[in-house]
């Protein structure tokens, strides 16, 4: 017969094998640790034929790019930046005006937070601990974002005053936080397109100009220690024409998309067909996220 202390510590051992709980399943494998999405309004793809934007064109020497995304209907900025984040188009996620703020159409699906499920709120489900965050010049952005999965949210109104503004705050941002995705969005060349007007040298001396701030944000990545961990994507919402945008011409609806870093291949041209709402399902992919049913958007055959 079992002594009683013999028995007790028995079926103790017993018990706990039988109530362990398994293990946390890892993650899924990501592609990298860190995503830097870099967006410049108003940037038509057209250009790229005479800018002289030596960190841009490095960033697409060095890794994946398309000059034909082709933006959604209307091509301006609201409808076309929520495409970019909500990965499929004004049809489902409702944002169908150059400055919406709430949904015009019903969204066909909103998450806990109330609005239309985004790369930010998608990877904050998947990873509660990742340092997410936007830094951006247009106000309009933060309505689109899902700023309830961000930790940090930065409108830069000090750019009216010191166009140098939202590169140091970005900067700052990487340096200190490593953040796992952060979106960097630049408006003023937007702003030029619409007072000089677009394909003018007012338009390419701006954008000269933000494109040295793209260099200054690789810097900030490499200076961060995390360059090897890393994928860059600068992309646009839509391009323009004279003085304006919204309409059905090529320099409005084709903007660039360019992909460079960990796992994605070197030197290479997409040719296959690209829509404004596939870079969020290509950011998706980069942290092996299972999309929402909602979206429509594909990613992008860009990694190796």
Request: aromatic share 10%.
């Amino acid at each position: 017969m079992m002594k009683p202390l013999f028995l007790f510590v028995w079926m103790s051992l017993l018990l706990a094998g039988c109530t362990a709980q398994p293990t946390e399943e890892p993650k899924s494998e990501w592609k990298a640790k860190h995503v830097v999405l870099i967006g410049i309004d108003g940037w038509g793809a057209y250009s790229m034929d005479k800018a002289k934007v030596p960190n841009i064109r490095c960033l697409m020497d060095s890794g994946a790019y398309t000059l034909k995304k082709r933006s959604v209907l209307p091509s301006s900025s609201a409808v076309n930046w929520a495409s970019m984040y909500m990965g499929a188009g004004p049809e489902l996620h409702g944002y169908c005006e150059w400055g919406s703020q709430v949904p015009d159409l019903p969204s066909r699906v909103v998450n806990k937070n109330g609005i239309f499920p985004t790369i930010f709120s998608e990877l904050r489900a998947a990873a509660p601990e990742a340092e997410i965050g936007t830094v951006y010049e247009w106000g309009g952005i933060r309505f689109l974002v899902d700023t309830l999965a961000l930790n940090y949210d930065k409108h830069v109104v000090e750019v009216a005053d010191d166009s140098t503004a939202t590169a140091r705050f970005a900067v700052k941002y990487i340096q200190e936080k490593k953040p796992t995705l952060v979106n960097i969005v630049f408006d003023a060349l937007d702003h030029v397109g619409h007072a000089a007007g677009h394909d003018t040298p007012l338009y390419y001396e701006k954008l000269e100009e933000i494109d040295g701030y793209v260099g200054q944000i690789v810097q900030a990545v490499k200076d961060a220690g995390i360059w090897d961990e890393s994928i860059i994507i600068v992309s646009a919402d839509h391009g323009g024409i004279e003085k304006g945008h919204g309409g059905r011409t090529m320099q409005e609806m084709e903007t660039p998309f360019i992909i460079c870093g960990k796992h994605v291949k070197r030197g290479h041209v997409i040719e296959e067909s690209m829509m404004q709402f596939d870079v969020a399902s290509t950011i998706a992919a980069i942290f092996g996220l299972q999309q929402p049913q909602v979206w429509i958007g594909r990613p992008m055959p860009v990694f190796e």
